[in-house]
């Protein structure tokens, strides 16, 4: 490299350009292909001038190769011959072989004045049926200074072909289009058919016109080509003392930009992401919200039916005191034991075993609504993949984390939440409400049957009232009445203090539940908002050192290109 003060001012800041976009990278948890392909950039400095020869396999690259060398150096073929890549430099000992740290690498040296300061590379055939080739030879690619891009003038520009350039225009790499097996072409006609095919093709991927070069490597060995000389002068004035220091400092610039093209694309990928996340996570709060407001419609639903079979056994027990405190009755008021039966099989009736179903149907229905809503949050979780841009990236594996622990608490929710736990919860708290109402009942026996010696307490209640009263010398003919009202007065008293204590209990239980899901839901996410919350100031501050970075890159662009 042709070094002067000002190429020296360059060449250093140029090196902490790429040291501060290597530490800005690794900073921001971008994927390690990147953070190796700035550490590489910053290798480059050092290495020689690399001229990359690539193109399609059976293009001609190792024909080509020899031609322009002048020697038969690289073996020939109608077979994919190049399984890696040879870097050729100039050497005393012919076709000496030297490893590098690159396994698939190799450094050939040979005496050819040519490849002074220069070190030519040869790569494997792209579009070949072996794929590791074509990776090969992708991956070389950044570190190129110059490209001889070579395609063939039987099938000139192919679709492969284009896309390939087109990565090495995303690199900002310099190339020269080089058509070989021009023999073919009969005619002039033809020639400038395929060279204005073949500019047009590359203007369209580069946006610009590179000089393009039909050739016969064939020819050129053959005793020689004037396509062959037309590149040849053109590679001496690209490959000056001078010129070649512009390339070369120009390619790892060109790889820089790439990078932090990258590195913002994936920062706004990651921003979009986290809008998107936030504005779903709103959605499931309101959604917990609208959840709240649907259980307590179906739970007022549910005590609605609940109230229903109260009134009916209400009715009944209407029914039941008419139709025995009378005087036609008088026999079986003196039986209280019979008359405490009666009322258990005509009054009292299914009515433990209908309110212990239909606390099952109001379980059931809470715990099929409240596992809805933890299943919705699965399906959000499972739908909210980060995109290919941020998919490898500390922001991905981060969130990826906090994201799986939401979802490990919805489905601990789910394994948790079940009829028979709720269920059971509910009992044993109804039953301990029931205990303090009526007092002395024993623990563990189900709601109905708690129920039932609630209300069998009741018939004892009227039932004991009216049997202390029916002495003979106390009995008339108002009596009977006053007691049956009194009955009444009794029954209605205990029948709404039984619905007002069923409600109360039911409501208490349903709303724990419900606040322990909401508090489950509300810790489950807590750490993910925090999460997002960091993102946004650390990727609003990456904004502002990434426009930075920005600048002092198209800075250094622009000084470099003057140089030529």
Do not use: C
């Not at 005393?92 to 490893?99: I, S």
């Not at 080089?178 to 002039?188: F, G, I, R, S, W």
């Not at 009944?316 to 099989?345: C, H, P, V, W």
């Amino acid at each position: 490299m042709l070094v002067s003060d000002r190429v020296q001012d360059l060449l250093s800041r140029e090196r902490v350009l790429l040291a501060d976009l290597q530490a800005f990278l690794e900073t921001q948890g971008a994927p390690l292909g990147a953070v190796e392909y700035a550490r590489q950039a910053v290798r480059s400095l050092d290495e020689s001038f690399l001229l990359v020869v690539v193109g399609e396999f059976n293009a001609g690259k190792s024909s080509f190769v020899n031609a322009l060398l002048g020697a038969s150096v690289l073996p020939e073929g109608v077979t994919p011959t190049t399984d890696r890549i040879y870097v050729l430099v100039h050497g005393d000992q012919p076709g000496q072989m030297e490893p590098t740290r690159d396994p698939f690498v190799s450094r050939l040296t040979y005496p050819l004045p040519s490849l002074e300061g220069v070190a030519l590379v040869d790569t494997p055939g792209t579009n070949a049926i072996i794929r590791q080739h074509q990776a090969l030879t992708e991956g070389f690619l950044p570190r190129a200074d110059l490209v001889l891009f070579l395609t063939s003038a039987d099938r000139p520009f192919t679709e492969s072909e284009r896309q390939f350039l087109a990565l090495a225009a995303r690199w900002g790499r310099s190339v020269i289009l080089v058509v070989n097996k021009a023999d073919l072409l009969e005619t002039q006609a033809q020639r400038e058919q395929v060279r204005e095919f073949v500019e047009t093709g590359a203007r369209g991927v580069l946006g610009l016109t590179p000089p393009v070069f039909l050739i016969s490597a064939r020819g050129e060995q053959r005793g020689g080509d004037p396509g062959f000389y037309a590149l040849r002068e053109v590679l001496k004035m690209r490959l000056s003392e001078t010129e070649r220091t512009r390339l070369k400092l120009q390619s790892p610039l060109g790889t820089a930009a790439e990078i932090l093209g990258g590195e913002e694309a994936r920062a706004e990928a990651a921003r979009k992401t986290l809008t998107e996340d936030q504005s779903i996570l709103r959605d499931l709060e309101a959604q917990r919200e609208r959840h709240g407001v649907t259980m307590l419609g179906e739970l007022d639903g549910q005590l609605n039916r609940l109230g229903r079979l109260l009134s009916e056994f209400e009715v009944r027990a209407d029914r039941f005191i008419d139709d025995k405190l009378r005087f036609g009755n008088l026999r079986g008021l003196l039986n209280s034991r019979e008359l405490e039966e009666q009322f258990r099989r005509e009054a009292v009736a299914d009515l433990p075993g209908a309110i212990d179903r239909q606390f099952g149907s109001m379980i059931d229905r809470f715990v099929e609504t409240n596992l809805h809503f933890w299943e919705d949050v699965q399906a959000f979780l499972i739908h909210r993949q980060p995109s290919s841009e941020v998919a490898r990236t500390r922001f991905s594996y981060d969130r990826g984390a906090l994201l799986e622990g939401i979802a490990g608490s919805a489905r601990e929710h789910l394994e948790a939440t079940t009829e028979h736990e709720l269920g059971r919860q509910l009992s044993r708290d109804a039953e301990d409400a029931l205990k303090g109402a009526v007092g002395g009942l024993a623990g563990g026996i189900g709601i109905g049957a708690t129920l039932g010696a609630l209300i069998g307490a009741s018939a004892v209640d009227f039932t004991g009232g009216i049997l202390a009263g029916l002495t003979l010398g106390s009995l008339g003919l108002f009596v009977l009445p006053n007691k049956r009202l009194q009955a009444h007065r009794q029954l209605r008293q205990k029948v709404e203090g039984l619905r007002e204590a069923l409600e109360r209990i039911i409501r208490r239980e349903y709303e724990r539940e419900q606040e322990r899901a909401d508090a489950r839901l509300r810790d489950a996410i807590s750490p993910y908002t925090r999460f997002t919350e960091q993102e946004r100031t650390r990727l609003e501050s990456a904004q502002t050192r990434a426009a930075e970075l920005r600048a002092r890159l198209e800075t250094l662009q622009t000084e470099v290109k003057a140089l030529g």
